[in-house]
């Protein structure tokens, strides 16, 4: 019955993760009790200390903790700590009544614990090895995150050159199945930290969540730091002391340039040009080199927070740009010209002096003559040579002072190339002959003489046609 001095049972991981590897009764009855709110007991936040002794908190102290502090979990592990021999505590709480039944559970919770302190079936590999046993194949068969994980597929093992390229830095901590060594049970990579100076247990993947224990318990002797839950995304790690911190990590690796990239869990920001991965997101966020390792396909993911800039040529912080929709790309804000409410790159702008007016640049056109870009829509082409090989753009507003139409040539020539003929009209000076010109003009009134007279012949038809009938002439 719950009172002010009775909590209800709560177990730690480590403890859950044994008694789940044992088939017995009170094992069932420990996992249904564990943060069972309907039941109080004068102790809780049950630990194991070795395979015959448990640590626990009072119930009482418990709820002392709670009520006098913020964020009481971590206290209630580490302070006002007893000891109690487990099958007396599985006794005096009758979570089993039967002696002999308790004794077969203690005798294999025994075993348990010997068998997690065992370490012979752990291996440190590193190179070629590390892609051999991120391979499905090295697998033993089960579920958990092991046989989940995205980079177990064969199109996945080029991506680990990254690794094998830097075995100084990182190596693979695997668990075998048994003593054969043929497949694994679990694996970890395992980083040199240079920043600051640690050797660091990276998230374990386990067929059986049970086996993360023995990884950290393996971490523990050999004095690793390890991460405080085995999540992707979680960048906290427990210390040497036992004691959760938060820690930003920069490991350097050697200068080569990556084709490919695995998905990283924790150390997922890379450096290119200074050739370091981290943790840290204030760099990531702040640093226009670094780019982001989360992809399954063996790609680099870029940096959402930066943006390439064609003004400066470099990339800048997003928060610092703005978009500019003629340009279709973001530009640095204090670059950037407003135009019509609208944002605009100092690239894609051009000013002509010829109107003293500013034009988006694809509304403009460079004139040699005026020095100047010009108007499009108002701009004409003009040829500066008999054959047409150069040319320029010019304003219509230079028609007729420097530049004149030819009509038999159809375009506009540099003045001092034609000929003004006394019929008004504009001819090529070395394509001048006054009199075949005026033989051509002849011929022409004499054409537009005999196309009036047709004009004239057809409008006499027409009119005899109306006012007599056909049968009428003979």
Known sequence: MLNK?????????????????????ISDKLLFLNKNEDYGFPMSYIDIIDDNMISYTPSKKVIDIIKNNSKPTPIIWQSSRNEHRLGRFISKFEIDNDPNSIELFINKYKAEIKSLNNFDNFDIVEGDLISKYYHHNSYSKGGGPLNKSCMRHDHCQDFFHFYNLNNEKVKMVI???????????????????????????????????????????????????????????????????????????????????????????????????????????????????????RSTDGREQGNENFVYDVYNNDFINIEDSVYSIYDDTRIYKKDAIQIDNNYISPNSIRYSKYDNKIYYKNDVIWSNFQNSFINKKQ??????????????????????????????????????????????????????????????????????????????FDEFIEKIGNNYKINDIS
Not at 6 to 16: A, G, T, W
Not at 414 to 430: A, R, T
Not at 434 to 450: G, M, P, R, T, V
């Open 175 to 293: 668990l075998y199945e048994n003593d054969k060594k043929n497949k694994i049970l679990g694996r970890a990579l395992l980083w040199q930290v240079d920043v600051p100076k640690v050797t660091l247990l990276d998230r374990i993947y386990t067929s059986n969540d049970s086996d993360i224990n023995l990884f950290i318990k393996f971490a523990k002797k050999n004095g690793w730091l390890y991460k405080f839950t085995q999540k992707f995304d979680d960048q906290n790690f427990i210390d040497l002391n036992g004691d959760e911190i938060n820690l930003n990590c920069k490991i350097y690796l050697k200068d080569i340039e990556h084709k490919y990239f695995p998905y990283l869990d924790t150390f997922y920001f890379f450096d290119k040009k200074n050739n370091y991965i981290t943790n840290d997101y204030n760099e990531y966020k702040n640093n226009k080199y670094i780019i982001k390792l």
């Open 5 to 25: 001095e009775n909590y209800h049972l709560v177990l730690s991981n480590e403890f859950i993760n044994i008694i789940k590897r044992i088939d017995h009764r």
């Open 379 to 456: 701009s004409f082409v003009v040829l500066l040579d008999e054959e047409g090989k150069t040319y320029d753009y010019m304003h219509s507003d230079f028609k007729g002072e420097y530049f004149e139409y030819v009509s038999t040539e159809d375009n506009y020539y540099d003045k001092q190339l034609v000929i003004k003929d006394s019929d008004n009209n504009f001819y090529l000076k070395s394509k001048y002959n006054e009199d075949e010109i005026k033989k051509q003009s002849e011929l022409l009134d004499k054409f537009k003489k005999a196309k009036d007279l047709n004009n004239f």
